[in-house]
């Protein structure tokens, strides 16, 4: 199937950009409107790629309207600024942490079909560039960080070493998908503690339903460079299940929904909300129905129908926060 079947029809009719990413959809802002020599810098942040910031927001989302639903006390402008911070900040970490992984991958990259169009092994971007992009984008989610409260920064302090880790994991291991989910779903954790001033049980089932529901997408992901990442050597789980990869999505399905479902039970019902239970529960089954959905259509010899179904797990978080958000309005 062409890879530009799955895409709507403006953006197949535009026309490749110059430096253009492969993987990126046709027309996007930054090859259309972003200036010149910024383009480099925000293709490295992914910013014509933007699924992935939505996968490290959405997780922060559900954290701030679940915990607004459990406390109706704290609905306010500082929940909501929250929200927004964390919006800011998804999109500035993703920046830095995709950079740092286009820096640290450049070799390995320039090796695979879909990704040697990348700035670092086109050649668009340097080494130092690159660094100076990483600390510039730090540097500004950290001063958001800064405006949380304590227990919220010293979270957001302590996740740099999952970033860091990340780029590294399929050297030495089987479930980089693993690592991934660790550090994408960490701002469930951040968010909370950011709202209420601490951690507690409800944060931490959020923090392994999303650390399932990463293990879910990126696998799916991670079927488009299946051949090329058994030429060079690189591990996913992709690689791993193989033939096996629907059984296995199918176990990340049931657990993501069952620890959702789970930490809306802890977060909802000691606090006698039944409504806004109910609320929550039913974004949760909407969540499990898009990946049982997904599971179905999925084929992982079509590269452009993993990319397809992998950028539709935006919807599936979105139905969570937006039943979520229902629970803490009721």
Not at 74 to 81: D, M, T
Not at 170 to 196: C, E, H, I, M, S
Not at 284 to 295: D, E, I, P, S, T
Request: aromatic share 10%; charged share 15%.
């Amino acid at each position: 199937m062409p890879a530009g079947r799955d895409l709507p029809e403006t953006a197949r009719a535009a026309p490749a950009a110059a430096g253009a990413v492969a993987d990126a959809v046709r027309g996007n802002w930054v090859d259309r409107r972003a200036p010149a020599p910024w383009r480099p810098f925000l293709r490295l942040s992914r910013a014509d790629r933007p699924i992935g910031t939505w996968l490290l927001l959405l997780p922060c989302w559900w954290a701030v309207a679940l915990a607004v639903a459990a406390d109706s006390s704290r609905l306010g402008w500082p929940a909501l600024w929250v929200a927004a911070g964390c919006g800011i900040g998804a999109v500035l970490m993703r920046g830095a942490g995709c950079t740092w992984n286009d820096l640290t991958d450049r070799d390995v990259d320039a090796q695979v079909a879909r990704t040697r169009s990348r700035p670092l092994p086109a050649g668009q971007v340097g080494p130092r560039g690159a660094l100076a992009w990483i600390a510039a984008q730090a540097l500004a989610a950290f001063a958001v960080l800064l405006s949380f409260q304590p227990p919220a920064v010293a979270l957001g302090i302590a996740s740099l070493a999952l970033v860091a880790v990340y780029p590294f994991a399929k050297r030495f291991t089987w479930w980089p998908q693993l690592f991934l989910g660790l550090a994408f779903n960490w701002g469930a954790l951040l968010a909370w503690a950011a709202v209420t001033g601490a951690l507690a049980w409800p944060a931490l089932l959020l923090y392994l339903g999303g650390i399932a529901w990463t293990l879910f997408y990126d696998t799916i992901y991670a079927h488009q460079d299946r051949e090329d990442d058994a030429l060079i050597g690189i591990r996913s789980t992709a690689r791993l299940f193989g033939p096996r990869t629907h059984a296995a999505l199918a176990v990340f399905l049931v657990a993501a929904v069952l620890l959702l479902a789970l930490a809306a039970v802890a977060a909802l019902l000691p606090a006698g909300r039944p409504l806004a239970l109910a609320a929550a529960l039913a974004g949760v089954w909407a969540f499990g129905w898009h990946l049982h959905w997904q599971l179905r259509r999925l084929d992982t010899g079509e590269p452009s129908v993993c990319l397809r179904l992998f950028r539709s797990n935006r919807d599936a978080g979105l139905l969570v926060a937006l039943f979520f958000a229902a629970a803490a309005a009721l």
